[in-house]
């Protein structure tokens, strides 16, 4: 499967199939939290939610990756991330863009 955030793929025609997404909502954990807090009047990177960022993203491209394969899409153009607040202390991670059939 490939994967790109352009709208071309160099050497590759295709056509469009639609639009295909994956999501994940994220919640803080409170002991995560606490010390995250801490970390935050000294300064310097959140670790704890730099990893689950991370990891939300990768799950939220594994399921879009799920969707356009499930279409028979041998790639998908344009993707990109957007982010969400959904709860208090939650947030959505979406990842999102167009399936293509290679010809």
Do not use: C, W
């Not at 704890?48 to 399921?63: C, G, I, P």
């Not at 279409?71 to 969400?84: D, I, K, L, Q, Y």
């Not at 709860?87 to 293509?100: D, F, H, P, R, S």
């Amino acid at each position: 499967m490939i994967i790109t955030t352009t709208e071309l793929i160099p050497g590759h025609d295709y056509e469009i199939i639609g639009i295909v997404s994956g999501n994940t909502v994220r919640a803080k954990h409170l002991g995560k939290d606490i010390m995250s807090g801490l970390k935050s009047v000294v300064g310097g990177e959140l670790q704890e939610y730099t990893e689950m960022l991370s990891d939300a993203r990768q799950e939220s491209l594994n399921r879009m990756i799920n969707d356009a394969q499930r279409m028979g899409a041998g790639a998908v153009v344009n993707v990109r991330f957007a982010t969400s607040h959904t709860a208090a202390g939650a947030a959505e991670l979406l990842a999102y863009g167009t399936a293509v059939r290679l010809v």
